[in-house]
C-alpha cells in the first residue's frame, strides 16, 4: 500500500501540530490513537491479490502509517508524494541510487558527504557507473553534471557542514535530464523540505535527529516523480532491506516530539557554537546559524532550522581525546540527533578528510547552560 502525504490535517498546521498528529489514523472507539506494531510475516489472502497486505516483505500496516507521517512532514498539503521506510539510512540511499542507475550511467556525489559514500562509489563503479565528485560548497556539482543521470546532494553536508543551493542545483540538473536527489538527515524535514524546492527525492536516515533517542536503525525515501519511486518500492522488495515494525512504530511515536527537541536542540547549538567563538584553541569552527558562517548566507534562504550540529577543531588528536574524555554530560560516541548530547573525534573512522583534532558535536536536550558549562569546562582541563 502506498503512503502518499497530504492526509489528515490541515494545510496550514504548524510543526508542532503537524508532528504530534502526522500519520495517525482515523480516530476508532475504544481504540489507542496509534495503533500498536504489526508483527506479521503474512497475512489472510484468499482468493486473488487484492488487498493492502499480503505479504510481510511488501507491506506493514505500521510501515502504512510512519510513511505518512514522513510524507506529511517532508511534504505537507501535496498530492502524489510517496514515501518509502527502510531498514537504515544506508538502505534509503543504496535503493535511490541502485534503482535508478544502469551500466553507462554517470551520477554526481559530493566528495565531502557522508563517510559510506566512497564505499557506495566502488560498488557503482563496479557495476559499470561512473561517479563523478566535487565538494558542496559554492555549489561545485554544477561543473560536473553534464550528461549526468542523477544529481546527489548533502547539505548540509556531514561533517563539515557546508551547504549548497538545492534550488539552483536542481533547476540546473533537471535542465540536463538529470533526477536530484538530497540527503536531508542532518536538517531534517522540519529544517528543509527538499521537494518544494524542486528535488525529485528526499532521502534520510531516520536513525538520527528524526527518531531522536539512539534506539532505532531507520531509513526513508519521499519522492514526487511515480515511476521512479516504483523502481525504489521495487528495489526494496528485491533486497529485503525493510524496517522491522517495532522500529517503525518507535518511529512513529518519536515523531510526535521532534518539534519540541529540534528547536531546543537548535537553539542550544547556537549558544555552543557562539560560546566556542572565544576560544583560542578552537578553530575552524562551523554551523549554519552563525550570522558569519560560511554556509550562512544560502542556508538562511533554504533552511528553517540549522540542525543540531556544531563542528570545530582543537590543535592536535591528543588534545581532541583529552577534551572529549573530560565531558560528563556528552557520550564520546558517533551519530548524532538525539536527546543526549554526542561528541567525537570524526578523524578515527578514516573515512573522511579532516584534520586530527576535528571534532563533531551533536547538540542533546540538555538545559544549554549546563552544556555548556560542560563543554567549556572541558576545554579548560584539556589544555592541561
Known sequence: MSATSG????????????????????????????PGPVFAAHFHLPGEVTGPYSYGRDDNPTWTLLERA???LEAPGREGVETLVFASGMAAISSVLFSQLRAGDAVVLPDDGYQALPLVRTQLEAYGIEVRTAPTAGD?????????KLLWMETPSNPGLDVCDIRRLTEAAHARGALVAVDNTLATPLGQRPLELGADFSVASGTKQLTGHGDV??????????????????????????AGPMEAWLAHR????LQLRVDRQNATALVLAEALRGRPEVTGLRYPGLADDPSHKVASQQMRRYGCVVSFTLPTRARADRFLDALRLVDDATSFGGVRSTAERR??????????????????????????????????????
Not at 501540530?17 to 496509534?34: C, K, Q, S
Not at 561545485?140 to 549526468?148: E, R, S
Not at 536503525?217 to 525493510?242: F, H, N, P, Q, S
Open 7 to 34: 492526509q489528515g490535517l490541515p494545510g496550514g498546521s504548524g510543526d508542532g501540530t503537524r508532528a504530534v498528529r502526522a500519520g495517525l489514523p482515523e480516530p476508532v472507539r475504544h481504540e489507542p490513537t496509534l
Open 347 to 384: 578523524g578515527r573512522w578514516g573515512g573522511d578528510a579532516v584534520p586530527d583534532g576535528f571534532i563533531r558535536f551533536s547538540v542533546g536536550a540538555e538545559d544549554p547552560e549546563d552544556l555548556v558549562a560542560d563543554v567549556l569546562r572541558a576545554l579548560d582541563e584539556s589544555s592541561r
Open 217 to 242: 536503525l531507520l531509513g526513508y525515501v519521499t519522492g514526487r516523480d511515480a515511476e521512479a519511486m516504483a523502481a525504489v518500492r521495487r528495489w526494496r522488495k528485491i533486497v529485503g532491506a525493510i
Open 140 to 148: 561545485a556539482q554544477l561543473d560536473v553534471l553534464d550528461g549526468a
Open 70 to 72: 514522513i510524507g506529511e
Open 254 to 257: 518519536s515523531i510526535a516530539t
